[in-house]
């Protein structure tokens, strides 16, 4: 299993305008989620629409590749990215990483990919139980409920499972790194939106809808993400 990592970045955030450029600790966001990812393993590229962006991590010694403008989704870009990629037959993974989430641990790249030891999964992603209750009811914190064998039921914004009398469950939260066997993700990309994804504006609802099983590993990390400026300042 070859696994390769694409990390779409965009400038034109609606919430926070320059993000993958954003500084922390001397470092920009874009440089530690690259880095972190070239530690679990050295087939790395940034896909980005802006030229700052390529720019800056040609400068900083990553790999970028161009892309569209008017891609809609983040999986999308890597799609025309890893197109672009010479020799990209001889990957069979491509792994979806945010360019958002600067202290991704490589830990759960590895708890992704090991995954796709098993020739039936398709889709990868990774979910963690959620101990707090402002978690639970913030629409920003995707929820994920799964079968017994991992793979995804449904994603939602709201609180899932609804608890309709007093006994207690657990909940997870999402966490959006994807994993892709390279067939795959040529097809999901050729879907059009379903309605489910146009409310809940989750992709991943377009690729159950259309009968794609998602498989989920459980981490214990937890993720700091970063969506605005005010994330920024809480690191």
Request: hydrophobic letters at 40%.
């Given at each position: 299993?070859?696994?390769?990592?694409?990390?779409?970045?965009?400038?034109?955030s609606?919430?926070?305008?320059?993000?993958?450029?954003a500084?922390i600790?001397?470092?920009?966001?874009?440089m530690?989620?690259?880095?972190?990812a070239?530690?679990?393993c050295?087939n790395?590229?940034v896909?980005?629409?802006d030229?700052?962006?390529?720019?800056?991590?040609?400068?900083?010694?990553g790999?970028?590749?161009?892309?569209?403008?008017?891609h809609?989704?983040?999986?999308?870009?890597?799609?025309?990215a890893f197109?672009?990629?010479?020799?990209n037959q001889?990957?069979?993974?491509?792994?979806?990483?945010?360019g958002?989430?600067?202290?991704?641990?490589?830990?759960?790249?590895?708890?992704?990919?090991?995954?796709?030891s098993?020739?039936e999964v398709m889709?990868?992603?990774l979910?963690?139980?959620?101990?707090e209750?402002?978690?639970?009811?913030?629409?920003?914190?995707?929820?994920v409920?799964?079968d017994?064998?991992?793979?995804?039921?449904y994603?939602?914004?709201?609180?899932?499972?609804?608890?309709?009398e007093?006994?207690?469950t657990?909940?997870?939260?999402?966490?959006?790194?994807?994993?892709f066997?390279?067939?795959?993700?040529?097809?999901?990309?050729a879907?059009?939106?379903?309605?489910?994804?146009n409310?809940e504006?989750?992709?991943?609802?377009?690729?159950?809808?259309?009968?794609?099983?998602?498989?989920?590993?459980?981490?214990?990390?937890?993720?700091?993400?970063v969506?605005?400026?005010?994330?920024?300042?809480?690191?």
């Amino acid at each position: 299993m070859k696994p390769l990592i694409i990390i779409p970045a965009r400038y034109a955030s609606t919430r926070f305008p320059g993000k993958p450029l954003a500084n922390i600790n001397g470092k920009s966001m874009i440089m530690h989620v690259f880095d972190r990812a070239k530690s679990f393993c050295n087939n790395v590229f940034v896909a980005t629409d802006d030229e700052r962006i390529f720019d800056h991590v040609l400068a900083s010694g990553g790999m970028a590749i161009m892309t569209s403008e008017k891609h809609q989704s983040g999986t999308d870009r890597i799609n025309e990215a890893f197109g672009k990629i010479e020799n990209n037959q001889n990957f069979d993974i491509v792994i979806n990483l945010q360019g958002d989430e600067p202290f991704i641990e490589p830990a759960q790249i590895s708890e992704l990919t090991n995954l796709f030891s098993e020739p039936e999964v398709m889709i990868g992603t990774l979910a963690r139980e959620i101990n707090e209750m402002k978690d639970i009811t913030d629409p920003n914190k995707v929820k994920v409920v799964f079968d017994k064998n991992g793979k995804a039921l449904y994603f939602s914004r709201s609180v899932i499972p609804f608890i309709r009398e007093t006994e207690k469950t657990r909940y997870y939260k999402h966490v959006g790194i994807y994993a892709f066997r390279a067939e795959i993700l040529k097809k999901i990309t050729a879907i059009q939106p379903c309605e489910l994804e146009n409310t809940e504006k989750l992709e991943q609802l377009r690729w159950l809808y259309n009968g794609y099983n998602i498989h989920l590993a459980v981490t214990h990390f937890d993720n700091i993400s970063v969506d605005t400026p005010e994330d920024l300042k809480k690191l």
